[in-house]
């Protein structure tokens, strides 16, 4: 069965420009997370949902970041616009059930210069 | 609040050695769950083993074990004759009841700062 599915893996921008990263979820997986990591902040969650409806979007630095959940497949995560600071590398995860064990994408690298 | 602290910034060994890593996490909640995971110099993360606050019952998958003790909150993760394949960062997470205006979900993961381990030939 494929992972959790992230693009794209690679993304160089300039300040100001709108950023969309994309997951995909494991197919029957109904929890999905999107994290950041950084050497300064280590992993952080950003927002979780669960049915497609946020749970928690606790950690969302600013309104700079939203994220949707339009469907069971599918989920984004945009900045607008972005800054150097919101250069990290952005996982995507899901699992099948809360509390229970977390699959990972490949992840995300941002470079916003 | 849920707190997870792994001690070892660094660990070196050379390989054949066993390695123990050290996870304390803090929760007041009587039902949690505990995670290990690893992630390689090629980025991904890779979920290795999940324990419930019920079950303190040590667990070994090959190499590896874990030891889990409620009374030191502790879930240590022990690779025996390490290689160096298993250099890595190893991380410890905790899930533990989260409630907000939505109501209550077991899902918010929260991570250790992780252990670098590199296993030298």
């Known amino acids: 069965d494929a992972g959790v599915i992230q693009s794209p893996r690679h993304e160089v921008t300039e300040m100001g420009q709108e950023v969309t990263l994309r997951c995909k979820p494991i197919?029957?997986?109904?929890?999905l997370f999107w994290y950041r990591q950084t050497m300064m902040r280590g992993l952080e969650l950003l927002i979780y949902?669960?049915?497609?409806?946020?749970?928690?979007d606790s950690g969302m630095p600013e309104d700079r970041f939203s994220a949707k959940m339009p469907n069971a497949s599918f989920s984004t995560l945009k900045i607008q616009p972005s800054e150097p600071r919101d250069s990290a590398v952005y996982f995507c995860?899901?699992?099948?059930?809360?509390?229970?064990?977390?699959?990972f994408g490949p992840g995300t690298r941002l470079t916003v210069t | 609040a849920q707190k997870v602290t792994q001690a070892q910034t660094e660990i070196s060994v050379v390989e054949k050695e066993d390695v123990t890593l050290d996870c304390v996490y803090e929760t007041r909640d009587t039902t949690y769950y505990l995670f290990w995971y690893k992630q390689p110099p090629s980025g991904e993360l890779v979920f290795l083993i999940r324990?419930?606050?019920?079950?303190?019952q040590n667990e070994i998958s090959g190499r590896y074990s874990w030891n889990f003790q409620k009374s030191t909150s502790s879930f240590n993760f022990t690779i025996t004759a390490s290689q160096v394949v298993d250099s890595a960062v190893y991380f410890c997470?905790?899930?533990?009841?989260?409630?907000?205006?939505?109501?209550?979900?077991?899902?918010?993961?929260?991570f250790g700062q992780g252990t670098i381990l590199t296993v030298h030939p």
């Open positions: 997470a905790l899930s533990a009841r989260f409630t907000n205006a939505g109501g209550t979900s077991y899902g918010k993961l929260t």
């Open positions: 324990r419930n606050s019920f079950d303190e």
């Open positions: 995860a899901s699992s099948l059930y809360k509390g229970y064990e977390q699959y």
């Open positions: 197919s029957g997986h109904n929890s």
């Open positions: 949902f669960n049915n497609n409806v946020p749970i928690d």
